[in-house]
């Protein structure tokens, strides 16, 4: 059965971004399964890669544009909820399937109408435990897929270096509790006489909180083992990323599931991630959890891998099984599968019934 599937996606290519990304997978996926895709977002911007895509993109629709693809769809799929998107399918009764990528804000005034939002839909998929905890009990978990064409082994690439950040350089992401806790473990390595070698960390991403990370680094003199490259992307951030051994995600608050471990330990790093919200599900077993928030947490995990070898030897192991369940087409199947089912009957089905509906009854 080819079904017209229409997908929706607040934001999408160029912008960069988890939700877009798993967008643009999604859609090819379901397209390469032999269904119309059709996309809607509000990125405006036209790109010279729309056309080379397998499904067509709807970019700032009007509201007769929304009214006309509703109306062509057999199915509305929301990646994270798109309310002003997705507001006609109400009128045309079409299925829906929503996922949860974030998390919802249930104090807010509007939460009343995001519950009943939610509670229309035929399914509703969350990408972690902790967002299906959180937000919707009776919801399917799924986690997200990585970007396995972009982000892999590179054989040709020595493993030389220690410890990486990457990510976008803002308080909630944890980078100062990182180099609090990173100075900790130089501190007591350098007690340490087997260690004649002191482990490096390096910083890989951009945004407002750069220089007063870069000023704590000075502060704590230890700008020999600490470095800042900045934004990376694509091929440089893959070959990069095969450069190290561990990679640090300390997220404060606010992670509901974490591509960005996916994508580091494709590249072969072990992930070491705070218990915030989804990360631990994004690791899994081929990863290292401590307490979000903690610099002694952080410190003792990281000492922990640099002796133990057998440790760093079972993670390892234990990658190629998590990262297998996370492959794009793995991932895209089981999305596809849901929306099949929520797919299985139709209600309204054209603009005229609509229209019809809507009318008030002639007393």
């Not at 643009?24 to 032999?34: H, M």
């Not at 006609?88 to 829906?96: D, E, N």
């Not at 991403?205 to 470095?227: F, Q, T």
């Not at 991630?273 to 952080?298: M, T, Y």
Request: aromatic letters at 8%; hydrophobic letters at 45%; a neutral charge.
């Amino acid at each position: 059965m080819s079904l017209r599937i229409l997908l929706l996606s607040h934001k999408f290519h160029p912008d960069i971004g988890g939700i877009e990304v798993n967008s643009e997978i999604y859609a090819s996926a379901f397209a390469g399964a032999g269904h119309e895709v059709r996309i809607l977002t509000w990125s405006s911007t036209v790109t010279a890669e729309d056309s080379k895509f397998p499904f067509k993109i709807i970019r700032n629709p009007s509201t007769s544009t929304l009214f006309q693809q509703h109306e062509w769809a057999d199915i509305v799929f929301e990646n994270n909820p798109c309310v002003r998107l997705a507001w006609p399918a109400v009128l045309f009764g079409r299925p829906s399937v929503i996922a949860l990528n974030t998390a919802i804000e249930w104090e807010s005034s509007a939460s009343w109408l995001k519950r009943k939002w939610l509670r229309r839909a035929d399914a509703v998929i969350s990408v972690s435990e902790a967002v299906r905890k959180q937000n919707w009990p009776a919801s399917s978990v799924i986690g997200n897929p990585y970007r396995a064409k972009d982000f892999m082994m590179i054989p040709d690439v020595n493993r030389t270096n220690n410890f990486v950040f990457l990510g976008r350089l803002v308080s909630q992401k944890g980078v100062a509790m990182a180099i609090q806790a990173f100075h900790r473990v130089l501190s007591i390595l350098s007690e340490n006489k087997d260690y004649t070698e002191k482990p490096s960390l390096t910083i890989i991403g951009d945004g407002p909180e750069r220089e007063n990370l870069e000023a704590l680094v000075a502060s704590l003199d230890i700008k020999a083992y600490v470095n800042f490259i900045g934004f990376l992307e694509g091929k440089a951030l893959a070959r990069e990323l095969n450069r190290y051994r561990y990679q640090l995600v300390p997220s404060l608050y606010g992670e509901a599931f974490g591509n960005v471990v996916l994508e580091g330990m494709a590249c072969g790093c072990l992930p070491i991630v705070s218990n915030s919200d989804g990360l631990p599900d994004a690791a899994g077993k081929a990863g290292l959890v401590f307490q979000r928030g903690s610099v002694e947490s952080l410190a003792s995990t990281i000492l922990g891998i640099l002796q133990d070898p057998s440790l760093e030897l079972e993670l390892r192991r234990a990658a190629p099984a998590h990262l297998s369940a996370h492959q794009p087409e793995v991932v895209a199947a089981r999305y596809l599968r849901i929306l099949e089912v929520a797919a299985g009957y139709r209600r309204v089905n054209t603009l005229s019934e609509v229209t019809a509906s809507a009318m008030p009854v002639s007393q």
